[in-house]
């Protein structure tokens, strides 16, 4: 009988958590109030200065000048352009990578997630800086086959695509973590391993398994990392900065070393453009992702 | 020839043997279950049917033709999953028309099969629903219906039952059951619940480390156990090592009591050692005077379990269950009293060892 009376004492402990004191009302958890408050000024705070600071750009009045003056620069919608554009490329990249990788993982090499994994979170631990310096020293040279003597046309770094590839490659690296462990998380959610089962025993390849069942299902994971790896490239400037390419993170970088009201105004505007990237994707997710039974 | 036929199959995974020899004849329309606790290697062979995993050794052959390498998605068999795996993107139509949309089928074919299949579950009305919005029974038959849309040779069932409670598990499996008669499809179930394997199979294979202890009908299966493991596993079962005393007359001996057995002892001597098994119903108390499988008994304890009253008692130093109908005006023996018990010749089992 140890279950229903264990069943009993979680129900009792339960109540008894949620009754309110004798006085009736419920005790004002203090601390958290402190922390939650304290935790919002700090996030808060330098994003409404910036704010406010950028409608300050016409002496003693409260405009939008410095937002029209960084608009109309045509730097910076090309290099906003070009930014949107590597990150596109990249999120179809990494998209490409990965999910295969992850399936697999997933379906047939469940003992090498560990590693994969551990491989994911480099880019945490080694910064930019060190990858955009192995990148150059690797890729300024003619590229060579291993343990052979065999090198294929110029080096990478001396072409414009060249550069291209090595920076698409480089934000790729950059967005592994987040991209590999949204994806990751998402194929555990809909257990892609039964999933692609019950297709295969219905008579789907595995172009249809891929195409139908499993990227549909995989669509909040997709969009979350997707957005993730385009606030990273969006905003990047390291990679951009040694590789010598126009993006959009060394223009905003080159702005705030000559203009104080524009990078303000083009700061507060990206945050903007994040949070209502965030907000299509809860519209497009709102009640996706359920697999259990209603009971 | 027998409609699947699975011959001398083995499946090992690395060092660990899960499936050995495994050799089993499943006749066009029949029910067979595969039944055996956690890591016996019943879903293994199961999945070997359906394709997912290659058999080491062995082949494995459905209305005459050898599919042991055949890809999944070639053999014509339905599969339903003990975590239903529908398609969560995709309505209850979609789910149950998705084999035949894969297939190529004329849209009208579809939407006509698609519309019976719902009638065949009772669920007419929930065509246009997701996953999310069923309740697991639900979701367990819409997977049952998708299964036999495209009308598989042959369907596999994987515990599909066991993330359910349990009153929609009887009701879903008298469901499977009436509706694998209706369709005549030739059906193997995978369980670890005797209960739900010996009410709705035609056969139980009885699997244990990876190989079949027995085969048989649910009759046979529960009530002449030929194993230990089987006799331990399938219900309740008290099992004794007792005593050949007279391999003629079939004579046993329990901690004195002689014991007359129906069973055959060829091959046993006197002296022998052997393991017997006795069903806690085939033994009573003494109403009228008998000479023949008397023991006097010791009253341990007594459980009430609804319809039945379990007894526990003691023979000298072997403890026996005895199982009697509850009834309200049924007299109890007091624990500590003394009593004595028999049964008849036939309920004297002799496992093999």
Partial sequence: M????????????????????????????????????????????????????????????????????????PAFINSFLFSIGLATVTIIASIALIVPTAYWIRLRLPQARRTVEFITLLPFVIPAIILVFGLIRIYSQPLSIPFTSLSMGQSLTNSKYGTLILIVAGYMVLGLPYMYRSIDTGMRTVDVRTLTEAAQS?????????????????????????????????????????LGVAAFGPYLFLLGQHRAFEPAALTFATFLLTWIAMGIIQLVTGGQGQTTGAH | MAYLKISNVSKQFGENAVVQDFNLDVEKGEFVSFLGPSGCGKTTTLRMVAGFERPTEGQIIINDKEVTNVPPNQRKVGMVFQAYALFPNMTVNDNIGFGMKIARKPADEIKNRVEEMLKLINMEKYGTRYPYQLSGGQQQRVALAR????????????????????????????????????????????????????????????????????????FEIYNFPQTAFVAKFVGTLNTISAEVVDVNNRILKIDGFQLETAENLDGRANGDKV???????????????????????????????????????????????????????????????????????????????
Wanted: positive net charge.
């Fill in chain 1, 2 to 73: 140890n279950l229903p009376f264990g069943w009993l004492q979680f129900a009792q402990n339960r109540f008894k958590r949620q009754q309110k004191p004798p006085d009736g009302r419920r005790k004002t958890p203090f601390w958290s109030w402190v922390w939650f408050i304290g935790g919002t000024l700090y996030l808060a705070l330098p994003l409404l200065a910036t704010f406010s600071f950028s409608l300050q750009m016409k002496r003693d009045t409260i405009s939008l000048q410095a937002y029209k003056s960084a608009f109309a620069d």
């Fill in chain 1, 202 to 242: 219905l008579g789907a390849n595995w172009y249809t398994i891929m195409t139908r069942v499993i990227l549909p299902n995989l669509r909040t994971a997709l969009l979350s990392g997707a957005l993730l790896t385009f606030a990273i490239v969006v905003g990047e400037v390291v990679l951009a900065s040694y």
């Fill in chain 2, 147 to 218: 299964a036999l849309a495209l009308s598989p040779q042959v369907l596999l069932l994987d515990e599909p039952l066991s993330a359910l409670d349990a009153k929609i598990r009887v009701s879903l499996r008298s469901e499977i059951r009436a509706i694998q008669q209706r369709l005549g499809i030739t059906t193997v179930y995978v369980t670890h619940d005797q209960e739900e394997a010996l009410s709705i199979s035609d056969r139980i294979a009885v699997m244990y480390q990876g190989k079949i202890e027995q085969v048989g009908t649910p």
């Fill in chain 2, 275 to 353: 393991t017997i098994a006795i069903r806690p119903e085939r033994l009573n108390f003494i109403a009228q005077e008998r000479k023949a499988n008397v023991m006097d008994t010791r009253i341990e304890n007594i459980s009430f379990l609804g319809s039945v009253v379990r007894i526990q008692v003691s023979v000298g130093s072997n403890r026996f269950y005895m199982d009697t109908f509850n009834n309200p005006f049924l007299e109890l023996p007091k624990i500590g009293s003394t009593d004595q018990m028999t049964c008849s010749r036939e309920a004297v089992l002799v496992l093999k060892d």
